[in-house]
């Protein structure tokens, strides 16, 4: 009888994260990097001032670190879901947004949704971000 590899899955919790209670930033399973949606939460957990881009730049960083604690990098993303409370605002600024997701991540883009929501979990908060990465072997 073969014997069948088992993995445990491997809670990721950056320190350099606000510290979570009740969720965790990011769950490894095998490969397979789930990574919990990120608001523009710094270490204080104040939401970052300055609009959509500042927010933006603040959520996707969160997700990016996330990710690199559980050994991925951003072309490992396979698919990511962006819940934002003024889907116009990010439009607008979408020029801005696109420069700040390449220079932080690459212009390899994954499966993506944008999705219009009444708001999110904090009230200061325009975006939230979350998305699903398969570690490549390098």
Request: proline residues 4%; aromatic residues 8%; without cysteine.
């Given at each position: ?70 050994g ?60 699903v990465?398969?570690?490549q072997?390098?």
């Open positions: 009888m073969a014997e069948t590899a088992v993995f445990e899955n491997l809670t990721v919790n950056p320190e350099s994260l606000p510290k979570p209670s009740g969720y965790a930033h990011g769950m490894r399973a095998g490969d397979t990097v789930y990574l919990g949606g990120q608001t523009a939460l710094d270490k204080n957990m104040q939401i970052v001032p300055g609009g959509i881009v500042e927010q933006f730049k603040q959520a996707f960083g969160n997700v990016l670190t996330t990710l690199e604690e559980a991925g990098k951003p072309e490992d993303l396979v698919t990511v879901t962006i819940y934002l409370t003024d889907v116009d605002d990010y439009m607008a600024n979408g020029r801005e947004i696109g420069k700040l997701w390449r220079e932080m991540a690459g212009s390899k883009y994954p499966a993506m949704a944008g999705i219009g929501v009444t708001r999110l979990w904090q009230k200061e908060a325009l975006i939230e971000i979350q998305g990465a398969v570690i072997s390098r």
